[in-house]
């Protein structure tokens, strides 16, 4: 067995992991690196092949066409529907003969993507529903793929069993441990103990928070703390706005439902929500989908935000930007490019952290301080992360009991103190714990 870190060994997004079985390879997510893609110009946003590879915005998958592999891929298989691991795919997945094999939110969200870059593949799409499996044809032998419900920042994340014959690969790339969901299934232990029993021979996984000694708190936390803000700040005359990540159903279940309780119309403004939002619906998944109205383009944006401004203390507004990413809502009325202005004491509720990149950074500081001059109150950082924290892996760990480890999802200063956490766990550097970069291969 041979392991190809292609992406997100050296930076969060990007992600791409092939297995190499010999005459199969199958292969977990097709993700972009969204900083090279938020600095592009707005004339510059028609997306190319061509384009993404010249600024490094998709994973180096060219090495397996010097490997000759890519003839031997028989599935490409994203854990998740968030861009840093689907958004590649309406790029790259013609190179393959391979089927796409995801959870029903994952494909909805997928197809959406696809119909926005106008792109049509001829790869089949195959859905799986959480907590199944399916079967994988290689050239001569099936293999067992199942997908292991456990909770994230989105809808039907699953880890990835790959069932071989030198024992299971378990695709773990992102995830929380949360036993007390707002919206979807709990995790299940049960399963991840009973694959930990059969034996996982290797197990890539999401370290990115290995070195923060903590247990990543419940999405509960994060409902308790908009409801703190939501319901018992001054806001009777405020125009409030919210802002989270587009594809974090259920924090917008949250919203909606504290929205209603201050008896405002709710709103949501941006394409990024309609995408998740409406994908969410095509699958049962979106319980609040008539509690809202949605705008997305430019004539339906600017007769709501009129109407808003007329009646400031009517609506509630869910809308992009919790970055402060060109092109969002939020930086577009920062700018007076939408007609609405964010006057003295209106509230600016940021359901997010900031994702801690330089072009990210700057471009939030940019729209506080827009805000700010306006009077605007912000609450920021109104938010508990996606992802597990140290000791969250120490029992995650200790659970699947994997012969091999691979940290992903970073760069390895944020997850080389995985290999301190496998060595407190009798792990040795190199030998059973393996810190890969983009574009090497780690023979097992």
């Given at each position: ?28 997510d ?17 997306y ?12 180096s ?97 699953s ?31 049960e ?25 990543t ?47 405002r ?133 200790n ?22 956490l ?12 393996h810190?890969?970069?983009d ?6």
């Amino acid at each position: 067995m041979k392991i190809y870190a292609i992406g997100g060994f050296n930076e969060v997004g990007k992600n791409m992991t092939a297995v190499d079985l010999g005459e199969d390879v199958i292969i977990f997510d097709c993700g972009l690196y969204l900083p090279p893609i938020v600095e592009l110009e707005e004339s510059e946003r028609v997306y190319t092949e061509k384009r993404l590879r010249q600024i490094g915005a998709v994973p180096s998958d060219e090495i397996l066409d010097g490997l000759n592999l890519r003839e031997k891929v028989r599935a490409i298989i994203p854990s998740h529907a968030h861009l840093d691991h689907i958004g590649a795919i309406p790029f790259l997945a013609h190179r393959y003969n391979a089927d796409i094999i995801g959870t029903p939110f994952t494909i909805e969200v997928l197809k959406t993507l696809l119909n926005e870059e106008q792109q049509h593949l001829t790869n089949r799409m195959r859905i799986v529903q959480p907590n199944s499996f399916c079967h994988v044809q290689g050239k001569n032998k099936k293999y067992k793929v199942e997908f292991i419900n456990i909770t994230h920042s989105t809808l039907q994340t699953s880890m990835i069993a790959l069932h071989t014959d030198e024992g299971i690969v378990l695709y773990s790339n992102d995830f929380k441990l949360d036993n007390n969901p707002i919206l979807g299934k709990k995790p299940n232990y049960e399963r991840l103990k009973e694959i930990g029993k059969e034996g996982v021979k290797v197990m890539i996984v999401d370290s990115l928070y290995s070195g923060d000694e903590r247990k990543t708190a419940s999405e509960k936390v994060a409902r308790t703390l908009l409801e703190e803000v939501m319901l018992t700040t001054n806001n009777e005359k405020a125009a409030v706005f919210v802002t989270t990540f587009s594809s974090h159903i259920a924090r917008l279940k949250s919203i909606v439902e504290f929205g209603k309780q201050l008896n405002r119309r709710i709103i949501f403004l941006g394409r990024s929500l309609n995408k998740y939002v409406v994908s969410a619906s095509k699958v049962d998944l979106c319980p609040f989908i008539h509690d809202i109205e949605i705008a997305t383009y430019k004539n339906q944006l600017e007769k709501k935000l009129k109407l808003i401004s007329k009646n400031r203390s009517q609506y509630l507004v869910v809308c992009t930007g919790h970055q402060g990413e060109p092109g969002s809502i939020m930086d577009r009325i920062s700018r007076n490019k939408l007609p609405f202005q964010f006057e003295n004491g209106d509230h600016a509720i940021f359901s997010s952290s900031v994702i801690p990149t330089k072009i990210n950074i700057e471009n939030r500081e940019r729209l506080d301080q827009r805000l700010r001059k306006r009077g605007t109150r912000l609450f920021s950082n109104i938010h508990v992360s996606g992802h597990a924290g140290r000791e969250d892996l120490r029992d995650f760990i200790n659970m699947v009991n994997p012969e091999h480890i691979i940290p992903a999802h970073g760069s390895h200063d944020k997850i080389s103190p995985m290999v301190s956490l496998g060595e407190e766990l009798g792990y040795k550097n190199n030998k059973n714990i393996h810190l890969l970069n983009d574009r090497q291969k780690l023979d097992l």
